[in-house]
């Protein structure tokens, strides 16, 4: 999150690692605002899990915000490793041609950086509801959500639409 925050309030450092057209984004700023936002409940919910599930229907929205957050985050983060991977390898094209580390850098630290972190989100955020649930039945019900949930996410990915 504290990279996205720096990008949003106007920093600069370290923005070599992007790919290098999104800078002129006149919404750079505000992508990076609501990147922070997202990243901030998702860690915010792991903690709600411990201290704010008294209620029943708190403990319902916790897992449904739980189950969203798994099939965004880990879908978008499979979907984008295996898209990076496939652009190095040659099998899809850049804007560029195809994949030269020294021009499309980007790529790189896009699939060893930014797209690790949304699988390993998506993962905890998926132990976080398997361990908030107690009977065998459930989870198995939990698993089965999560692996549907990142299945859609996976099939809108290749169908060019991307949430997150």
Same mark, same amino acid.
């Given at each position: ?11 600069? #450092?370290? +923005? ?11 919404? =750079? ?19 709600? =899990? ?11 929205? *916790?897992? =449904?915000?739980?189950?969203? $957050? ?22 899809? $094209? ?7 580390? #020294?021009?499309?850098?980007? %790529? ?18 998926? *132990? +976080?509801?398997?361990? =908030? *649930? ?13 692996? *549907?949930? !990142?299945?859609?996410?996976? %099939?809108?990915?290749?169908?060019? !639409? #991307?949430?997150?």
């Amino acid at each position: 999150m504290l990279p996205h925050l720096y990008w949003a309030m106007g920093g600069t #450092r370290g +923005v070599g690692i992007l790919k290098p057209d999104i800078l002129q984004l006149s919404y =750079f700023e505000s992508i990076n605002g609501i990147a922070s936002v997202f990243l901030t409940v998702a860690g915010i919910i792991g903690l709600a =899990f411990i201290y704010g599930n008294k209620g029943k229907a708190t403990r319902y929205v *916790l897992l =449904f915000l739980a189950l969203a $957050g798994c099939s965004l985050s880990a879908s978008h983060g499979i979907f984008g490793i295996l898209y990076r991977i496939l652009q190095m390898s040659g099998r899809i $094209g850049l804007e560029s041609g195809t994949f030269t580390l #020294r021009e499309d850098t980007y %790529v790189l630290w896009d699939l060893v950086l930014f797209e690790p972190w949304f699988l390993v989100e998506g993962l905890l955020l998926g *132990l +976080v509801g398997w361990y =908030f *649930l107690k009977e065998a039945r459930s989870r198995k019900i939990w698993l089965a959500a999560c692996l *549907l949930g !990142v299945g859609i996410g996976l %099939v809108t990915g290749l169908m060019g !639409v #991307r949430f997150a």
